[in-house]
């Protein structure tokens, strides 16, 4: 069964501060891994979606990195916002089961 | 539509009675999730609708919760005899064919069972 692990889960930097979230899985048989992220009382907001053939993607100050084998991927960001304060959630997609399986996620707060 | 849309946004429910959560789709979108969100914690899988192949059921917690999707239009989520414990966000996605694609979600329907 698919486990998926975030670290830390929650985080509080200045402003500006470059940062890593991280993500780990125990089943390297997997299609593709996504992150979200969650605002308060919002739905997921899809950020990047990596396949399992890819190492990184990127998009703005985000940058996601992925290694299979090893099980873990990690989400960048650079320059850190306090409009990025949100809880990151990662997902992968298994080549058994399709349905995305989830993180309990990383609350990060950036402080103005 | 643009985006997925689910509807009621927020449902309270007396103990005891049924209630249907609904989920549109992004048009043209063959796979559908619901997950479960409870207050402060992750996302708990419910089921998944892949276009005309049997859904996956194996996340739906018991016997009173169940879901049914027409094709690949709009999904209803059915829970009977609602409990407090089924209060949570519920949260509805879907993505199209093939492996690599991505999800996308709705803002989830608040259900509160008082």
């Known amino acids: 069964k698919q486990e998926v692990t975030q670290i830390p889960a929650a985080l509080s930097v200045p402003e500006g501060e470059n940062l890593v979230l991280n993500c780990s899985f125990t089943d390297s048989a997997i299609y593709n891994l996504q992150w979200f992220r969650q605002d308060p009382g919002k739905g997921l907001t899809s950020l990047l979606l990596?396949?399992?053939?890819?190492r990184e993607q990127t998009s703005g100050r985000l940058n996601a990195s992925l290694d299979k084998s090893s099980g873990r991927s990690t989400l960048y960001i650079a320059a850190s916002q306090p409009g990025d304060s949100a809880t990151y959630l990662c997902a992968v997609r298994g080549t058994g089961r399709r349905a995305l399986t989830f993180g309990s996620g990383t609350r990060l707060q950036v402080q103005p | 539509g643009a985006g997925v849309s689910q509807s009621p946004s927020n449902k309270v429910t007396e103990k005891g009675k049924d209630v249907e959560l609904r989920c549109d789709p992004i048009?043209?979108?063959?796979?559908l999730y619901w997950y479960r969100q409870r207050l402060g914690q992750g996302l708990e899988f419910l089921i998944y609708f892949q276009g005309n192949s049997a859904p996956d059921k194996s996340g739906l917690p018991s016997d009173r919760f169940s879901a049914e999707r027409t094709g690949e239009s709009v999904s209803t989520l059915t829970i009977q005899r609602t409990q407090q414990e089924d209060s949570a966000v519920y949260l509805c996605?879907?993505?199209?064919?093939?492996?690599?694609?991505?999800?996308?979600f709705g803002q989830g329907t608040r259900l509160t069972v008082v």
């Open positions: 990596i396949q399992s053939s890819q």
């Open positions: 996605a879907s993505s199209s064919l093939g492996r690599d694609t991505e999800a996308f």
């Open positions: 048009s043209g979108h063959t796979a």
